[in-house]
């Protein structure tokens, strides 16, 4: 029986990573070229410069004057354009006292969150319906698997402060209470698919913009 040694698997397996590598230093994004399936197309290098790998919106709180107290600020691709085609993305949470980060996913990417100020309770909910649920404090760290359901709610007395990063430059995102209730499905099929009370979800639809 032919046996193949380690130093042969460790060969093959350089070159089937090699053949992942980028073709170029990087796609800094061109917001002005049509989009393709694989996102944005990349600037001409040589118009390419250091401002476009640098970026300070997350340095300014964000607006928690909302429903949910909480102001979110994305460096993601489509604000960053050195970020295009990394697979790594930012954003910040100001969560005020009361504030939440309704349940959503993200499609896209895994997220970690680090808690900056504050006490947050955070959560996901896996695919078998196990919550997993933490009161994290300053300093402390969460990880949300790609594609769950998870969320943060501000569970203290002071405004809380957290940072976010993603395991992609564009992680995509959709929110629960948004997509079943700013849009115009009609209520009778909300009902009838979620079992949720007829009026509340009017009551819902009024306040969050849908029709129907």
């Keep these: 029986m032919m046996r193949t040694s380690f130093p042969i698997l460790f060969v093959l397996s350089l070159i089937l990573s090699f053949s992942y590598a980028a073709v170029q230093d990087f796609c800094v994004a061109d917001y002005t070229a049509p989009q393709g399936p694989a996102g944005y197309s990349c600037k001409n290098p040589a118009n390419v410069t ?6 300070s919106a997350l340095g300014v709180p964000g607006n928690t ?3 949910i107290k909480t102001g979110i600020t994305t460096a993601f691709s489509s604000q960053f354009p050195g970020l295009n085609g990394l697979g790594v993305a930012l954003a910040r949470a100001d969560l ?12 896209g990417a895994s997220e970690i969150v680090l808690i ?22 300053k300093g402390d760290i969460m ?11 501000n569970v203290g007395d002071t405004p809380a402060l957290e940072f976010v990063s993603f395991s992609s430059d564009s992680p995509g995102l959709q929110i629960l209470h948004t ?5 115009n499905l009609p209520t009778d099929l909300i009902t009838r698919s979620t079992f949720l009370d007829t ?12 029709t129907n």
């Excluded at 005020?96 to 499609?107: C, D, I, K, R």
């Excluded at 900056?116 to 404090?137: P, W």
Aim: proline share 3%.
């Design 65 to 67: 004057s909302n429903m």
């Design 96 to 107: 005020a006292v009361g504030g939440v980060v309704p349940m959503h996913t993200h499609h």
């Design 116 to 137: 900056i100020e504050g006490t947050i309770t955070a959560g996901f909910i896996s695919s078998d319906n196990k919550v997993y649920l933490k009161t994290l404090k």
């Design 50 to 55: 250091v401002d476009d790998f640098v970026y």
């Design 143 to 153: 990880v949300f698997p790609q594609g769950l359901l998870h969320f943060q709610v």
């Design 179 to 183: 997509a079943l209730f700013q849009n």
């Design 199 to 210: 009026a509340e979800i009017k009551r819902l639809k009024a306040l969050l913009g849908g």
